[in-house]
Antibody
Framework: QIQLVQSGAEVKKPGASVKVSCKAS????????ISWVRQAPGQGLEWMGW????????NYAQKLQGRLTMTTDTSTSTAYMELRSLRSDDTAVYYC????????????WGQGTLVTVSS | QSVLTQPPSASGTPGQRVTISCSGSSSNIGTNTVNWYRQLPGTAPKLLISSNDQRPSGVPDRFSGSKSGTSASLAISGLQSEDEADYYCAAWDDSLNGWVFGGGTKLTVL
């Protein structure tokens, strides 16, 4: 069965960086994009960006450009999301999701990773 | 403020039909397809409706989606207690070159 399994919760200080992993299984990793979506406590969903595991192409949300890097490791079918210069308003649950493209939406999601930014 | 506009709450009694609206603009819903997600408390979102009106495998036919112009709607018929959740619409925005979401609608089954 298709699964996306994310790394565990993180606590970071303001100004630090965090790197969250998302290991895919049950499908051909390079055939689908991976999008990252975050959700601040009690808030709605915010799309962060997308990466193609096939060729490494990325597309980041404008507000996060300069602080965000997405990568993949096709040998382990794992996607990574790194966010730098963390601020308190980056505190959120971060989700990876499989993105089949063509506007069809995100059909499988990871379980989420809570990142807490606090001094 | 979310780019797509949803009512913050909706409610209905078991067996009823409820609809949730999602309003956007020409750069998102007016040009691109709409997807709907359901999020149960403490869990990851789940794709409910794809490409305006397509139900992914396993989604009951009680759920249906539609789009007209720059607005879309999610309808749930035969409301059940387990339908209590947050519902989000989403669409690609050509101006922002990214996905945008509605603010979410909390559905309560009375």
């Amino acid at each position: 069965q298709i699964q996306l399994v994310q790394s565990g919760a993180e606590v970071k200080k303001p100004g630090a960086s965090v790197k969250v992993s998302c290991k895919a299984s049950g499908y051909t990793f390079t055939n689908y994009g991976i999008s990252w979506v975050r959700q601040a406590p009690g808030q709605g969903l915010e799309w962060m960006g997308w990466i193609s595991p096939y060729n490494g192409n990325t597309n980041y949300a404008q507000k996060l450009q300069g602080r965000l890097t997405m990568t993949t490791d096709t040998s382990t079918s794992t996607a990574y999301m790194e966010l730098r210069s963390l601020r308190s308003d980056d505190t959120a649950v971060y989700y990876c999701a499989r993105d089949p493209g063509s506007g069809r939406g995100f059909d499988y999601w990871g379980q989420g990773t809570l990142v807490t930014v606090s001094s | 403020q979310s780019v797509l506009t949803q009512p913050p709450s909706a409610s209905g009694t078991p067996g009823q039909r409820v609809t949730i609206s999602c309003s956007g603009s020409s750069s998102n819903i007016g040009t691109n397809t709409v997807n709907w997600y359901r999020q149960l408390p403490g869990t990851a979102p789940k794709l409910l409706i794809s490409s305006n009106d397509q139900r992914p495998s396993g989604v009951p036919d009680r759920f249906s989606g539609s789009k007209s112009g720059t607005s879309a709607s999610l309808a749930i018929s035969g409301l059940q207690s387990e339908d209590e959740a947050d519902y989000y619409c989403a669409a690609w925005d050509d101006s922002l070159n990214g996905w945008v979401f509605g603010g979410g609608t909390k559905l309560t089954v009375l």
